[in-house]
């Protein structure tokens, strides 16, 4: 069973500085046929303003993964950890017992473009957490590159969570395949460009929850970039 979220029907709101659409329900976006989907609660695709960003506020108990796909994303929380997040990074942040944190966009000039996505944690109060690592790009070209997973890699990050993220950069007329195990579930979101899901064309912004599949086929009907999540 496969079914599409489409991008103009997410939640949106222009605040002039943030130009944010919400995948599932957050903050004052309420659908109650989107609250999540398994583990995953959040994907919320933003655009900051240059100069401009979040700042000092708290979180507890959640996984919050940042993807960024294009500009700097300036970061710094109360754990001591400051860093500047680039395309083709992916960050991991453990609210756990809690946490504070701001994220500006490191740019005076320059939009940034970023996927934040929150994952409900294993368990509730774990001890606070940071992680970042830079994606090589030749892993991502026309395969799907394990880029956080309960396990942490070489080039992902690790997660409190039995889910698997992939992502893949795939060149028009590429073609990915993703086995999914008994009771295992996945949740596609098009980042760029156009796919194909099974016979389903999904553009960027799109998403698609997948269940009771063998697999995920996908098709590059342009140059596209996709996050794979793979889900208990």
Excluded: C
Aim: aromatic fraction near 6%; avoid cysteine.
């Amino acid at each position: 069973m496969i079914v599409v979220r489409k991008s103009d029907e997410r939640g949106h709101f222009n605040h002039g500085w943030l130009d944010t659409r919400h995948t599932f329900s957050f903050a004052d976006y309420y659908d109650p046929r989107f609250m999540g989907f398994r583990h995953l609660r959040v994907i919320n695709e933003d655009r900051v303003a240059p100069g401009r960003g979040f700042p000092t506020h708290p979180h507890r108990d959640m996984e919050i993964l940042t993807y960024l796909l294009e500009g700097e994303l300036e970061h710094k929380d109360s754990m001591g950890n400051g860093s500047v997040i680039r395309a083709g990074d992916v960050q991991r942040m453990t609210a756990g017992t809690g946490v504070t944190h701001s994220e500006f966009n490191h740019s005076r000039e320059a939009p940034v473009h970023l996927l934040q996505i929150w994952l409900l944690p294993e368990r509730t109060g774990l001890e606070p957490g940071y992680e970042q690592k830079a994606i090589p790009p030749r892993a991502m070209d026309n395969a799907l590159a394990l880029v956080a997973s309960r396990a942490g890699s070489k080039d992902g990050v690790s997660l409190h969570q039995d889910v698997n993220l992939y992502a893949a950069r795939l060149s028009a007329g590429a073609a990915v395949s993703h086995e999914l195990k008994a009771h295992r579930h996945a949740w596609l979101q098009v980042a760029r460009g156009e796919v194909e899901l099974d016979g389903r064309t999904l553009a960027a912004g799109d998403g698609a929850a997948v269940s009771e599949e063998p697999r995920v086929n996908l098709v590059a009907r342009a140059p596209a970039e996709v996050l794979l999540f793979d889900l208990a």
